[in-house]
């Protein structure tokens, strides 16, 4: 599996997501600077967490229109499966390749701590790892994953199965929506489901040191989808 | 040429920072406060003088960046 990870000036989780990717992989992908305007053949793009650009203006609004992303864009639309995690799913709802955005958490506070999702859609190659339902142990580390879209738009999401990951409690009860997302949405896709944005990070339980292995799963799972 | 741009969340938006900027002001003392709404001032040099042309082109950078328009309004104001 050929990867690249996507490297803005302030991302933070590029070298935690290469790690994990040439764990499962067995090859490391490539680092490539959001001033570059071309990718190499890839079976993955990853847009890491982080703070890119320092969230000015709005989070991931200038990460968006970095010269790298034109490539990002096209490549997602030939299918080439995209994951943009905590920062890198908000600079996917700022390129418009996913819906909604990500606002100001509603307690508003930066939440750093694990929390629990359950898996609603395996159907995917992100996502193929896991059983459905799983619930799963990942960090967040936010403080805008406020999901919110149009009702009309959440509604299309769960009516095709485009909810990836939702918050839930660690006894798996609903109540555990750490920041006031719309219908405790933690990931989404978009209609092909070859692009995945979440705010929870896989790429920080993929080793027993972490305190969790709960994303290991993601990793190897597109593995397993995509290796040639 | 000067431009003002103001961007503000939409109507129904929630704005939880808006919200503690009111509880603030309540705790300070004063009374009276309605609803506080947050947003953004940008202001901007721009080369074009044609007012209209000038309108277009700011228009353009806030669909395109200034604003989010899923979520956001923005007002454009020329100063001559």
Known sequence: ???????????????????????????????????????????????????????????????????????????????????????GFQVLTESSLLPGVLMRNAGLKYICRDIHVRVASTESVFTQGYAQDQLLRIPIAHNEGNYRAQESMLDRLEGEGLVAFRYAACDGSADGNP???????????????????????????????????????????LVAALAR | MKAKVHVTLKAGVLDPQGKAIGNALAALGFKGVGDVRQGKFIELEIDETDPDAARAQIEKMCVQLLANTVIENYDIELDR
Request: glycine share 12%; charged share 20%; hydrophobic share 45%.
């Open chain 1, 179 to 221: 920041n006031g997302s719309a219908r405790d949405i933690a990931g989404i896709f978009n209609h092909s489901r070859t692009v995945l944005g979440l705010m929870p990070h896989p790429e920080r339980a993929v080793d027993p040191a972490h305190g969790g292995t709960d994303g290991v799963a993601m990793f190897e799972g």
């Open chain 1, 1 to 87: 599996m050929k990867s690249a990870v996507i490297v803005f000036p302030g991302s933070n989780c590029d070298r935690d997501i290469a790690v994990a990717l040439e764990r499962a992989s067995g090859v490391a992908p490539e680092m490539i600077w959001h001033r570059e305007t071309t990718l190499p053949l890839l079976d993955l793009i990853v847009l890491p967490g982080g703070f890119a650009y320092g969230d000015y203006l709005r989070g991931g609004a200038i990460a968006a229109r970095s010269p790298i992303m034109r490539a990002v864009a096209e490549r997602a639309n030939q299918g080439v499966p995209l994951l943009g995690i905590c920062n």
